[in-house]
């Protein structure tokens, strides 16, 4: 059998030969194993193209923010621009005149800030309740330092809608569930959701009727205690994240 996914490898867990060599005998392994991953999705691959190339400019929006979504264990970022004289509030933050303001949900300040620093032209302020700081060992060990925002994580939750077929197998609100939060991570063909967009519930139809559902009637979206619509606005200054336990399945 096969077992699919990451799998953790403990020292001295490794002992059967699985193609004989001549002249080798035994196995073992000394140490743990490295835990790998699942290989990355179509979407998650153009995401991270997108990034890479984006980094190959300098000053731009894009450009900043490819180079902060590349830092490692940064898992989500966007990057506003105000180029007028007066505070501007994009996707609900305010951005100081002539700044940008960087939302970035994880990553070290320190390697964050490096990435402003090698993108970021001369001139152009920052924004943000978060001071980071980088010290370039290239000059004299000056320190340049910027604010950025770190965003709230909220809620996402979902109610989901469907008619018992009779055919309908007893594990379909688990699967529902398990393909949501997928695709809601960008595990599946949409990019992941993220800081400072709309989230449409229409969106995620297809998902409901993929898990196997063949009577569709309704899935509604809210964002922590607001109400249950179509679509919800996602701030800049908000992280989403949706679990099994908000998420709502009702057979009919």
Known sequence: MTENGPISIAAGTVTKIVTVIPGWDTV????????????????????RRYNSVATNAHGSVSAIQGAISGVDGVLDCKV??????????ILGVSVDPHSICACVFGGDGTDIAEAIYRKKDAGCGTTGTTVVSYTDPDFNNAVYTYNILRPIVVDVKMAVTIKNTGSTP?????????????DFYGQGENPRVGLGQTLYASRFYPIVIGAGVSDFVS???ALGTGAFGSYIDINANREPKLDESNITVTII
């Open 170 to 182: 007893a594990s379909i609100a688990d699967d529902i569930k398990a393909a949501l939060i997928a």
């Open 80 to 89: 506003l621009e105000n180029s007028t004289d007066n505070a501007m509030t």
């Open 219 to 221: 899935l509604t979206v």
């Open 28 to 47: 073992t392994n000394a140490a743990a194993g490295v835990l790998g991953r699942d290989a990355e999705t179509q979407t998650e691959f153009e995401t």
